[in-house]
């Protein structure tokens, strides 16, 4: 499916960039920074599993890690292009994660205050992954504003930074945990 034997190819060397269907876009085109954000994303969660998350975690994050892929490959050849994408984003996939966000809220006790990002390496490290998500959603809402974009996508990833969060909790070390919110305002101890 895919074949690459070279890597520099200069064709964006004058600021442009081609997408998936051939068409030129400037580098800081919406799609273009939807996209690298979700590339960037995918690479915070292959940090987080670098820190030692084990199953089914580490699976289950190597899945997410393919999806994006599947939203870049659908995001790199607009919907209205002569061409068409093998991997439209579908409601299966929000599904999964909506899945796994049962399993984890049964598993966690309910929170009683507002957690900093923090805890162990692995825990902090998903939490980064997490706001980088938050950041891809809010750029594909801003890409669907002027072009179709599957709305299945955009909820995929609000379910995946909410995913993120509890799988932060979930993965932390009880020895190391993430700290509590102290509001400025709240009694001293």
Request: proline residues 6%; contains cysteine; charged residues 20%.
């Amino acid at each position: 499916m895919v074949y690459l034997n070279n890597i520099t190819t200069k064709t964006g060397d004058g600021g442009t960039t081609r997408l998936g269907d051939g068409s030129e876009v400037s580098k800081f085109d919406v799609r273009i920074e939807t996209l690298g954000t979700i590339e960037e994303l995918n690479a915070h969660l292959g940090f987080a599993l670098s820190q030692g998350i084990t199953a089914p975690w580490h699976e289950r994050l190597r899945k997410v890690q393919n999806d994006l892929f599947d939203l870049g490959a659908d995001l790199c050849i607009p919907a209205d292009s002569d061409v068409s994408s093998p991997f439209r984003f579908n409601q299966s996939q929000t599904s999964r994660i909506e899945n796994w966000m049962v399993e984890l809220n049964r598993k966690l006790p309910a929170l009683t205050s507002f957690i900093l990002p923090g805890g162990s390496p692995a825990a902090a490290s998903i939490h980064l992954a997490r706001t980088v998500c938050r950041r891809a959603e809010r750029l594909l809402w801003t890409l669907s504003a002027e072009h179709d974009v599957s709305p299945d996508a955009c909820i995929y990833l609000n379910r995946l930074s909410d995913l993120l969060f509890q799988v932060s909790r979930f993965i932390d070390d009880p020895a190391n945990p993430a700290p509590l919110w102290v509001p400025s305002s709240a009694p001293k101890a």
